[in-house]
């Protein structure tokens, strides 16, 4: 979906759009698509780019916001699609900084020995719970899915550092109010849009920004490393000034920073492995580099972790 078809929709302009958020286009699925059949794909390409045997799998986690159902999980419906007859699904609700929240999870299994192989996936199907009513929000948000497989190394490379944080005083600044139990949809619900996601863009954006820079900056610290031997910079591509800002903040180059949002949007956490799959793919990432990525989201909640390749 380009900005011209926006354009037909709401009261919004190409020049608007790009202009405040860096945005071009975001991909919608069509109604026959799950945000779980996303899941599995990505969940399938990830598992043939690390030569990992479904039987091998001993656990899957899918970050999402947007999953099939209430119950059961994306995660167990992933493991029914793939055959990973051995591993345990679930789902982590930490909107744009699920992904994150992830592969921290991973990396704590891991490390403990616990299990060996783990599937981390990000998997939104956003533009079910978008209103298209509302201009300040519908032009923001694609729909995608990135995954990737944990396990552990001999050779230094890996998760080095993960940071998590979150302050549900802020949880009213990017919120969907209606739809869950405190305020299930009733009979008599007249639409208003408070089912789908509400933001208060600029509140967002200022702590986005702030928290974005610490949660980077405590990941390099914590894996004992400088910021000028971070190789790139994988952020959650929520908007387009956002990044400009942390990469000022950060005092990095900008061609050390991955960024695809042009392309698809604020697909919260499928935006970050997306963004790290483009990159890999692309050879802008070489065995050793040191990848720091990070994310913020409704909750609010924020986390970064750093990867050596
Ligand atoms: C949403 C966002 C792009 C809005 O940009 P902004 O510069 O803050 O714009 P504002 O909300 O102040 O709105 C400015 C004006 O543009 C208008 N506007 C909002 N959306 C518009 C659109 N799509 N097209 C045209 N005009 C629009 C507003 O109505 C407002 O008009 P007014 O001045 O007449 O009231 C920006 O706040 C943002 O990116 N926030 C963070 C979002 C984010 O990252 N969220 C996800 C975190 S995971």
Known sequence: ???????????????????????????????????????????????????????????????????????????????????????????????????????????GFIES??????????????????????????????????????EPSTNGSGILSTFMKSDGRMREWLWSKVGGTKHPHTP????DGTDKIYMSGSDVFKVAVKEMGRACLKAIADAGVKPEDVSLVVPHQANMRIIESLIKRLNISPDKVMINIEKYGNTSSASVPLALDEANRSGRIKPGDLVLMVAFGGGMIWGSALVRW
Not at 11 to 19: A, G, H, M, P, V
Not at 188 to 191: H, I, P, R
Request: aromatic share 6%; hydrophobic share 45%.
């Open 188 to 191: 008599d619900f007249a639409w």
């Open 1 to 107: 979906m380009t900005n011209a078809d926006l354009e037909k929709i709401v009261e919004t302009s190409d020049q608007w759009i790009l202009e405040r958020t860096g945005i071009r286009e975001r991909r919608i699925c069509d109604d026959s698509i799950t945000c779980a059949d996303m899941a599995t794909e990505a969940a399938r390409n990830a598992m043939a780019m690390a030569n990992c045997a479904p039987e091998d799998v001993d656990m899957v986690i899918d970050a999402t916001v947007t999953a099939d159902y209430t119950l059961p999980s994306n995660g167990c419906l992933i493991q029914e699609k793939l055959g990973l007859v051995n591993a345990v699904g679930f789902d982590v609700v930490a909107a744009c900084s699920g992904f994150i929240n992830g592969l921290t999870i991973s990396r």
């Open 113 to 150: 020995g616990m299990y060996k192989k783990i599937v981390v996936v990000g998997s939104e199907k956003l533009s079910a719970f978008t209103n298209w009513n509302d201009r300040s929000t519908c032009v923001l948000f694609g729909d995608a899915a990135g995954a990737v497989v944990v």
